[in-house]
């Protein structure tokens, strides 16, 4: 089956080209008439409305309005941003700005959130981030009996910050146990990571080593199995740059930003769609419907992984915006911002 982009021939895609160009520019519908004015269409204005009339037949044009000029539809902008968009490097101006947030010092979670805020700045839309996921280092874990069957585990980090979670067991919880349980982890355990723990546990346990009998050793597991799963569940995401989306455009639909805003709530969503950029070689470009997240708002994004010093993916920065964006701007902007975050993590 072929695709719309070989059934055009060389005035169709010249007409779709300025109706895409001219939309994304201003926001407006394009008429014949206004496309019949540019110096590189020799058409008539009744020819050209033949050719805009081909192309909504072929679902890459639609009329907002009965009597208005045509606008593209998000496989028409799926069509221009795969086979026919020009992309512009970043200029010396955009690049400075972007670099200037990466000196080198303090957290890098604050050199993230700057950097994100300069892109969000730059694009006019939200800027966001996956920030590297990054393990506690065990200082000590205590465990408080809730119930026969229920445990509170209480996990302070080597940075001294605390976190509890609540533990199912499967058999009655004694004190003896809590107690095997906590002085095995601050004896054996403090000073490593979780999976640096959960592995040195299980060699202990192979080798019949562990000074644990099977229920503390079952406690133990679960203790440190609920919060290595939770940190991969809850990547870090910084947002930035939320109000750039209530620009003048947005008087007029309202509810579409509302959507979004809404959308930008939903920290778990965004981290499993910025989570399917992580294997992309550059930029990924996500439009309108195309990601089920923001299908309703109409929204696109455009995301591109970084990676640490040994050349792995440890995160994902992007932009969030309307579908009317300035994709051959701003897919350049974002690879830029990505491969500078690399460098700062060399």
């Not at 192309?55 to 902008?77: D, F, V, Y």
Request: net charge negative.
């Amino acid at each position: 089956m072929s695709s719309p982009f070989t059934e055009l021939n060389d005035r169709a895609r010249d007409v779709f080209r300025i109706v895409v160009e001219s939309y994304l520019e201003t926001g407006m519908p394009v008429g014949s008439r206004t496309i019949s004015k540019t110096s590189t269409v020799n058409l008539s204005p009744a020819s050209i409305r033949n050719v805009m009339q081909d192309l909504e037949e072929l679902g890459l044009l639609a009329a907002p309005h009965t009597s208005a000029g045509r606008m593209p539809t998000e496989q028409g902008l799926r069509l221009f941003v795969d086979g026919m968009m020009q992309v512009a490097e970043p200029s010396a101006e955009e690049r400075a700005a972007i670099e200037k947030q990466l000196d080198g010092t303090g957290p890098i979670e604050a050199a993230l959130a700057a950097t994100t805020q300069a892109l969000s700045g730059l694009s006019a839309c939200a800027g966001i981030v996956m920030v590297p996921r990054r393990e506690p280092v065990l200082r000590q874990m205590n465990f408080v009996r809730l119930s026969d069957s229920q445990v509170l585990a209480v996990l302070v980090g080597h940075d001294g910050s605390i976190d509890n979670r609540v533990l199912e067991m499967d058999r009655r919880v004694t004190e003896s146990m809590l107690v095997q349980a906590g002085n095995f982890i601050t004896a054996r355990l403090a000073g490593r990571s979780l999976s640096q723990a959960v592995a040195v546990l299980d060699a202990e346990i192979g080798m019949e080593r562990a000074a644990l009998d099977s229920a503390s050793s079952d406690l133990v597991r679960r203790g440190l199995a609920i919060w290595s799963r939770d940190g991969s569940d809850r990547p870090v995401l910084i947002v930035r740059g939320q109000a750039n989306l209530l620009d003048n455009e947005a008087a007029a639909d309202l509810e579409r930003v509302r959507r979004l805003l809404d959308e930008l709530e939903a920290m778990q969503e965004i981290a499993h769609l910025l989570d399917s950029a992580r294997e992309a070689g550059s930029a990924r470009i996500f439009i309108g419907a195309e990601n089920k997240l923001f299908s309703l708002s109409g929204s696109s994004v455009i995301a591109a992984p970084y990676r640490d010093g040994e050349g792995r993916v440890v995160g994902v920065v992007g932009v969030i915006g309307p579908t009317r964006l300035n994709y051959a701007r701003i897919v350049p902007m974002v690879d830029f911002t990505a491969q500078s975050l690399t460098r700062l993590l060399k």
